[in-house]
């Protein structure tokens, strides 16, 4: 009886898809502030990154606000320059793509910072320009070790230009 009590529940498992029992991953944009002129820079934190093999996104803001610099302070393994997609930064666009060439799937604790994206603040004083994740040009994916698809929620972020 144990043992077919067992099965059934192995069974029963087995139907939970793997995305349900690890949810969704968050990438937070951060905050930042600083006066028309000023280089300011916001990290991009993740939550419920667990045993991901590869993501994509796209980073959207108001290229009137705000002039990309940079990305800097890379902290997720094999994170490079050459992840992203720079070509449409004077358009207000940064691409990005990623992979774990061991394929064995990264963990990180929740709120660790991915990178740090910095602009120009190019804003007056009292505005304010909002840093958001989008779908487009490139399209929302996460894909963990089992070669499933996690879903990707994106918090924006803003820098506040002081007077």
């Given at each position: 009886m144990k043992g077919m009590i067992l099965g059934v529940l192995a069974f029963v498992l087995a139907q939970v898809p793997m995305s349900a029992q690890y949810g969704a991953m968050t990438l937070s944009?951060?905050?930042?502030?600083?006066?028309?002129?000023?280089?300011?820079?916001?990290?991009?934190?993740?939550?419920?990154?667990?045993?991901?093999?590869?993501?994509?996104?796209?980073?959207?803001?108001?290229?009137?606000?705000?002039?990309f610099v940079q990305v800097r302070n890379f902290r997720l393994p094999g994170l490079a320059q050459e992840n992203f997609g720079q070509t449409k930064t004077k358009e207000g666009i940064l691409t990005f793509a990623w992979i774990d060439n061991s394929l064995k799937g990264v963990d990180l604790p929740d709120g660790t910072p991915l990178y740090q994206i910095c602009f120009k603040i190019k804003g007056k004083a009292g505005s304010a320009a909002t840093i958001s994740l989008s779908p487009k040009p490139t399209p929302y994916e996460v894909i963990n070790t089992f070669e499933q698809y996690i879903q990707l929620v994106g918090v924006s972020g803003k820098v506040v230009v002081k007077g």
């Amino acid at each position: 009886m144990k043992g077919m009590i067992l099965g059934v529940l192995a069974f029963v498992l087995a139907q939970v898809p793997m995305s349900a029992q690890y949810g969704a991953m968050t990438l937070s944009v951060g905050q930042g502030s600083g006066k028309t002129g000023s280089t300011v820079c916001v990290n991009l934190n993740a939550t419920a990154l667990r045993r991901i093999i590869s993501m994509q996104y796209s980073l959207k803001w108001d290229s009137n606000a705000l002039e990309f610099v940079q990305v800097r302070n890379f902290r997720l393994p094999g994170l490079a320059q050459e992840n992203f997609g720079q070509t449409k930064t004077k358009e207000g666009i940064l691409t990005f793509a990623w992979i774990d060439n061991s394929l064995k799937g990264v963990d990180l604790p929740d709120g660790t910072p991915l990178y740090q994206i910095c602009f120009k603040i190019k804003g007056k004083a009292g505005s304010a320009a909002t840093i958001s994740l989008s779908p487009k040009p490139t399209p929302y994916e996460v894909i963990n070790t089992f070669e499933q698809y996690i879903q990707l929620v994106g918090v924006s972020g803003k820098v506040v230009v002081k007077g």
